[in-house]
C-alpha cells in the first residue's frame, strides 16, 4: 500500500462473471472501506454497467492501464488470465488477491483464510495474495478452529459440491437436465436418464440431474482429480501441517449452490462431543445446527446466501476417541468465492489505517 | 427343508411392494427353481392379481394359513410385520428370508451375502435367515473380495442414498418436489426452495429436490442415526470382524434409485492399486469401471437396473500405502434389496439338490 490518507482503490477483476456478481453484492453490503470501486473485464465486456453499492459502474477493458491508481484487485478470472496479469498489475504496486488456481501453491504467495490464518497476508514478496478453492473453503474455517484446540491429525473428507462451482455453464446445465426429466417417470430404468439429456452434459462428464457424479476438475495423476489434490495441497498450506494425511473423494451433486462435505477428522488426542460443539459454536464464521431429533441439520437450501460455515451432525466416532465426524456445508460462492477475496481485500485496506 | 423331490413352494410376503414389484421381476428372470410362487400381502391387497414368470397370480393375505406348504419364504415387510410373522411361519418349517432389520443383528440369525458368506446360511437355528440393509449390500460384496485378500482394518464411509431407499414415498415425494422447482431459477437464495415445496418433505426431513439431506432412518444415541448404526453393525457382522472400526456419515441425495458411497479402506499391509482393481474386476457380482480419462466411472443412472456392484475412482491413498479410496455404485432395490433375498433363496433351495 505505497499511497495513505484517502480511501484505497478496489478493482474487481472479471466483475461480469457468476463470481463477480456475487462480489458486487458483497461490496454493497459489508462496511465499505473503499474508495473507487472500479469494474474490469475482458474487452467483450467493457461499456456495460453493473450496479455496486447503489450506483451504476462501467466496466473497463483489462488493461494495463486498467490498474493505474488502482491499490487493491480482487480477480474472479480463469488460471491463465490470472497468471498472465496478477504480475502486470502487482509490478505496478497493486496488492493481487487471486481467487484462480495459478497462484494457490506458489511458496512465495500466501494462501489466506482470514479466520484461520490472518497473520499469512503480511509476507507477499510477489505482492499476490490467493484465496482458497471454494471446496476447500466450505470447510476450512470449521477445521481451522478445531485444529488450533485439538490439534488435527488425519482427514478424510467426501464432497457434496454444487453445480455453481462449475460456473454459470454448471448450473444451466442442471437446469436444462431437470426440465427434461421432471414430470416424468425417469431414473427407474438403466440409462433412461442419459438418453433423456442427450448429449448436453455441459462441463461435467455425466448426467448431473437425478445423478451424482464422482469427478470434479481435471485429470491427475494415478486417478486423482484436481479438486482432490487442491482440498489436500491447499488444507495443508493453510494449517501449517505440511504431512498431514488427507484422503478425499469429490463428487458432484445436483444442487445449485453450496457445497456439502463429511469430514472425518483424527486429533491428537481424545476428543469430546461437547468440547467440539462448543468450539464450532463460539468459532467466528462458523454456526453449529446440530440437533436430529428436531430435524435440524445443515443443507444446501437453507445455507445458500449465507455468510458462515455451518456444521451439523457432530459426533464423535464410535470406534476411535480421538476422531470426529461432521457435514459441513457453506456457499460456494460467497465464503467458497467472492466473501474470502473480499474479507482478505479488507485485511489489506486495513493496513493502511 | 422337509420335503424333498418335488421343486420347492416360495411364498412372496410383501409382494405389493416397491421392493416385492422388483422381486417379481427378478424371479420372472432367473434361472427359476421354484414350484409353486405364492403371492402374499396384506388383507387390503389380497385379491390383486400380480405378474410373475408370465402368468398371473392372485394375492393372498397374510395368515398362518398363507404359508401352508411353503417351503421358503421371502418377507420385504416392516420391521413390526416381520417380527410377528416370520417366527409364525419359521414354526410351520418355513425357512425364512427376511429383508427388514428384525432380526439382521440376533445372533441365532445369520446375515447372508451369498457372494461373502454363503457358509453362514447354513447355521439358522431359529429357521430365519436376514439379508442386510441397502446401504451395507451397495458395498459389501466389492468389501468383501478386498478383505478377503488384503484383511480390512478400519473403514470411513460416507453415502449417496437414494430416495427409493424411503419406498415408494421417497420416490413420490422427490418427483412432486421436481415438478415444483424445474424451470425456476430457484437454489440460488436462502429459502426459496423451500417455499416452493413447503410442507411437503414426504418421508425426508428437508426439502431433497436441489438439495443433500444428511440424514436416513430414525435417531438412535449419541446423534446418530439408524442407518449409520446398521452398516456399522452389518458390515461387522457379515466380514466376522467384530471390532472393525466403522465411521459413516448418510446422505440422502436427489437420485431416484442406486445408492451410491465413497469408501476409505485401511487394510493390514500394503496394498496396490494394480492388485486392488485385479481383485476387484474379478471378484463375482463386482464390475471394475474405472477410466476417468475417458469419462468412466460409475454413477447411479448408469447403475439402475443392474444386478452387480460397480466400483470406479480406486486409488490408493497419497498419504497412506495401506489405505485405498474408492467410489462403489450399486442398485439399492436389487442387490440391495430383492436380488440378495432372491439369492439367499435359492441357496435353501439348493440344499434339497
Redesign the interface.
Known sequence: MSRSGARPTLAVVGATGAVGAVMLRILSHRADVWGEIRLVASPRSAGRKLAVRGEEVEVVALSEEAFDGVDVAMFDVPDDIAERWAPIAAAKGVVVIDNSGAFRLDPEVPLVVPEVNAHAVRQRPRGIIASPHCTTLSMIVALGALHAEYGLREL?V?T?QAV?GAGRAG?DTL?RQ??L???T??????????RAVGEGTGPF???VA??????AGS?RA????SDEMQL?DETRKILGLA???????C?R?????AH?L?V?ARFQGEVT?AGAREIIATAPGVVLF?N??A?E??????????DPTWV?????????PT?L?L?VCGDNLRKGAALNTAQIAELVAAERA
Chains 1, 2 share one sequence.
Open positions: 478424510v467426501s457434496y455453481s448450473v437446469r431437470l426440465s426429466v421432471a414430470g417417470e425417469l431414473g427407474t430404468n438403466p440409462g433412461d436418464v442419459r462428464p455425466e448426467p437425478l445423478n451424482v457424479v464422482p469427478w485429470v494415478d486417478g486423482w482429480s489436500r504431512k498431514l494425511p488427507v484422503a478425499v473423494t463428487v451433486v445436483p444442487v445449485v449452490t456439502a463429511t472425518h462431543v446440530d436430529p431429533e430435524g441439520f445443515p443443507t444446501p437450501v437453507d445455507v445458500v446466501g449465507t451439523g451432525r457432530v459426533r464423535r466416532s464410535l470406534d476411535d476422531a465426524e457435514f
